[in-house]
């Protein structure tokens, strides 16, 4: 048993034992503490609290926060009622509440009758009161109804932009409870300025989801969980916002940058952009129209990194509208031409981020896929069984072992990684750059099958966490980047990288054992006959098995930015137990090449509705207008039954 596990059953022990302890001064027997349910409503009981309170005591994250108040007013029932005694008995209840029960003289008074003048609430335990409350009341709204998310990427222009401020509805594809409970309220994986993790990792529950408005459907835009952050519990990875191009069953391709979805190409969004490539022989006048059709200022121009393996110097992201308008510019210099990557041209931004990584390097020539030359790919269904052949398992592995929990190896990628992972204790880092490193880390974690990497090797693993932590936080130096790598990978090879071949090395042994027992070869004789088979063998959870079933729904999301969008295409299948809602209203909107607040609002974005096709005109002033006349109207109310108070009496 792990020490966590064995540190949280003593506390809940303490808990209670110091529960029952005070039960028996209220006259109610000890070892009612300890049967669940029946346990709370005693305690509720004791504290005059509504029995509908047992429903929050359910809620990860509430039941927390509520817990601190039934202890509280606990202590305030048995005439404890000194701040610091609330204060550590809230931090260390299942060590406080058994002290006080066994040292002090307690009895049970009630709770405390604050409509007595001599037990008035001071005004800072109204304050106090007033927040729990609405801590908790927030708590529920943002984790079961409607959350506000901000867009801080340009994937989605231009139908959400970097600076659109939304509400996301949980509600349309089914609420779901917290799988980590211990979290700071409203912070999702960090705090801010500190940059630490908002959360204890310490329980992980399993997720419940609560019935659906709707089903997901193809062009729905979703916030979801992202899928391959490992480093972080599933809940609390980076949220993302993406179109959903396929749904479980569909068969998914993308020709010459057209997206085509069970045999029919699919209309893409009218706002939706793609890249154009040009030279420009006046810069001040490409700006200029750069800013007049609030195109992103950041992306979008001459000499950058995103134009560094194209032909021509300038390149922007637009819609069709502002391309047709781009054609007729005077300053253009050359001809303009269409960011799709064809894979005999590894352009931008065809590269080498494509899901699965073997397709975008290429195995052989059919293989060679980019995101504008994708596919064709089959999305899992729940149900759904495949047969495990070497196409499906390149396709599926992330699927198998890290969204399913199932371990699904096949015998000649074990025998593989077992060689690259044993001849890693002679590499020899050299300077490289920060890429490079990325690259090793992605292969060794890639080559794990059954233990786990490191976070900090994770975290090297994932491009566009490190691309941005190398930027932000060491200044883009390779040198920098190289001595943190160099430790991380020291540290890998003294721990991880033992155990995994330790492991992997007592599977090859025992199925070493059994194939020569039951087909009198060995293993390495056996993969040399397999290459001119279609048979592919692989180990499910430990048995020898050639198909796999799936366990749940996986959709396909893409950014309607097509060329500057990290999406499925570049890192897969998105888990149906990863997605958190539907995006339905931007209720701000400020665009961060203008300056600060609140110079800085698009007007004309506020109070907009947002859907398959794109955002709604502004309903700003509907929204003045409504809001003016509730609160007249409810003015006018409380007027009328101070009157009607005042006539009766």
């Avoid at 801590?135 to 959400?160: D, K, W």
């Avoid at 199932?406 to 880092?429: G, Q």
């Amino acid at each position: 048993m792990e020490s966590t596990t064995i540190l949280l059953i003593l506390m809940w022990l303490g808990i209670r034992i110091g529960l029952g302890l005070f039960f028996n001064k209220a006259g109610t027997a000890p070892w009612k503490a300890f049967i669940p349910i029946y346990s709370t409503i005693l305690w509720l009981d004791l504290i005059k609290k509504p029995k509908w309170w047992l429903i929050l005591t359910f809620i990860p994250v509430v039941n927390l926060v509520l817990g601190i108040g039934m202890i509280v007013d606990l202590l305030n029932s048995f005439g404890r009622r000194n701040v610091v005694e609330h204060v550590l008995a809230s931090i260390l209840g299942y060590i406080v509440l058994p002290y006080i029960a066994l040292t002090k003289k307690i009895e049970y008074v009630g709770p405390v009758d604050y409509s007595d003048p001599e037990q008035k609430k001071s005004k800072i335990r109204e304050w106090s009161e007033a927040i729990f409350f609405a801590v908790i009341a927030a708590s529920i709204i943002r984790t079961f109804t409607i959350e506000a998310f901000q867009i801080p990427t340009s994937s989605m222009e231009g139908t959400l932009l970097r600076g659109d401020f939304l509400f996301v509805s949980k509600m349309h594809y089914g609420a779901k409870t917290p799988k980590t409970p211990l979290a700071f309220p409203f912070m999702h994986h960090s705090m801010p300025v500190l940059e630490v993790p908002a959360y204890l990792d310490w329980i992980e529950l399993p997720s419940f989801r609560f019935p659906a408005f709707q089903d997901i459907k193809r062009n729905d835009i979703v916030v979801f969980n992202y899928p391959i952050e490992d480093y972080r519990p599933s809940d609390k990875r980076e949220h993302y916002i993406k179109r959903c191009v396929g749904i479980p069953g569909d068969n998914l391709k993308v020709t010459d940058g057209i997206l085509i979805v069970n045999g029919d190409a699919l209309t893409f969004s009218p706002t939706g952009q793609m890249s154009y490539n040009f030279n420009v022989r006046d810069e001040r006048a490409f700006y200029r129209w750069i800013h007049e059709n609030d195109l992103n200022e950041a992306e979008c121009g001459c000499n950058l990194q995103a134009a560094a393996n194209l032909p021509h110097d300038c390149i922007v992201y637009a819609n069709e509208n502002v391309f047709l308008d781009l054609q007729k510019q005077s300053w253009i210099s050359s001809s303009i031409i269409e960011g799709k990557t064809d894979p005999s041209k590894p352009y931008y931004p065809g590269g080498s981020n494509v899901f699965p990584s073997e397709f975008g390097r290429g195995i052989n020539k059919s293989q060679h896929w980019t995101r504008d030359f994708y596919g064709p790919i089959h999305i899992p269904q729940k149900g759904d069984k495949i047969e495990l052949n070497k196409s499906n398992y390149t396709i599926y592995k992330r699927v198998f072992d890290y969204y399913e929990k199932n371990k699904v190896i096949s015998i000649e990628k074990l025998l593989t990684d077992y060689n690259f992972l044993k001849n890693l204790n002679n590499l020899k880092l050299r300077k490289a750059s920060w890429y490079e490193y990325h690259s090793l880390a992605n292969k060794i974690k890639s080559a794990h099958s059954n233990t786990k990497v490191s976070k900090e090797m994770s975290r090297w693993s994932d491009y566009y966490h490190i691309s941005a932590y190398v930027n932000s936080k060491l200044g883009g130096s390779d040198l920098k980047a190289k001595r943190e790598f160099e430790q991380i990978f020291q540290n890998y090879l003294n721990n991880e990288n033992k155990n995994e071949l330790d492991n992997t090395f007592s599977i090859i042994d025992k199925y070493n054992k059994e194939w020569t027992l039951n087909n009198n070869v060995n293993v390495q004789k056996a993969l040399d006959e397999l290459k001119s088979s279609s048979t592919y063998p692989c180990l499910l959870n430990g048995i020898l098995s050639t198909e796999y079933t799936f366990d749940q729904d996986y959709y396909f999301m893409m950014g309607d930015n097509r060329h500057n969008s990290g999406d499925s295409r570049a890192w897969g299948f998105v888990p149906y137990d990863h997605v958190v809602g539907k995006a339905v209203f931007v209720w701000l909107s400020t665009d961060p090449d203008e300056g600060s607040f609140p110079m800085n609002i698009r007007w004309h974005r506020l109070c907009s509705f947002v859907s398959a096709d794109g955002i709604s005109r502004s309903f700003v002033w509907e929204f003045l207008i409504g809001g003016t006349l509730l609160y007249f109207a409810n003015k006018w109310w409380k007027r009328r039954k101070v009157a009607k108070k005042e006539l009766e009496d």
